[in-house]
């Protein structure tokens, strides 16, 4: 089947632009989770969306703000981009219907913030 | 809140030898998944192997174990018969089993590399 879909792969935005990235998650999957991935920070959680409902939140501003359609496609917007939101975003996906589930991550838009 | 420690940012292994990678957590909560992820050049982060904290048999996956140590909240990978393709960033990773819960924390990372 196929796996977790996120688009665009690369991107380029000028600072104080708006973005916004999409994720398409397993057929099936209910539950969407965002990282961000930089070399300072690592991996830190952002968000999770579970049946179109935000789930679990991260420590981040709330320029970052995501949203789950009924299909489970889930969007992540980032306005007023700064040169630190320059970063690989990764999204996972699970059945998220029980607490024992794994996680398929996608692989991941790098946007890079000039 | 839970933190996730790798002390070994690069490791090195030849082929077909074994290597283990370290991996140490931070819990109040009895109850919780540890994970073993990779990520290679392509970005995607693949499960590698996963350990319920109830269990005490250690998870295996082919060439990949681990050593899990609850008291010692040490949770240790191990790669047998190294090969090529095992080279990539590894992350270890701990969620919380309680509740809603969902969210991943990881560990900052090793990279391993495989010589011939």
């Known amino acids: 089947k196929a796996g977790v879909t996120q688009t665009p792969r690369y991107l380029i935005k000028t600072r104080g632009q708006q973005v916004t990235l999409s994720c398409s998650p397993i057929?099936?999957?209910?539950?969407v989770s965002w990282y961000q991935q930089t070399p300072g920070q690592g991996l830190q959680f952002l968000f999770e969306y579970f049946s179109e409902t935000q789930r679990n939140k991260g420590n981040f501003p709330g320029r970052f703000s995501g949203r789950q359609f009924s299909n489970s496609r889930s969007e992540m917007n980032v306005s007023t981009l700064e040169l630190g939101d320059s970063a690989l975003y990764l999204c996972?996906?699970?059945?998220?219907?029980?607490?024992?589930?794994?996680?398929?991550f996608g692989s991941g838009t790098r946007l890079t913030v000039v | 809140a839970q933190t996730v420690t790798q002390s070994q940012p690069e490791m090195s292994v030849q082929e077909a030898e074994t290597v283990t990678l370290s991996c140490t957590y931070d819990t109040s909560e009895s109850d919780y998944y540890l994970f073993w992820y990779k990520q290679p050049p392509s970005r995607q982060m693949i499960l590698v192997i996963r350990q319920e904290a109830y269990k005490q048999q250690n998870a295996t996956e082919n060439r990949f174990s681990v050593n899990f140590q609850k008291a010692a909240k040490s949770f240790s990978l191990k790669i047998s018969d190294s090969q090529l393709g095992d080279a990539a960033m590894y992350f270890c990773a701990y969620r919380s089993a309680t509740g809603t819960a969902s969210k991943l924390t990881f560990g900052t990372g090793t990279r391993l590399q495989v010589t011939l």
């Open positions: 057929s099936g999957h209910r539950s």
């Open positions: 996972a996906s699970s059945a998220g219907s029980t607490l024992n589930y794994g996680y398929t």
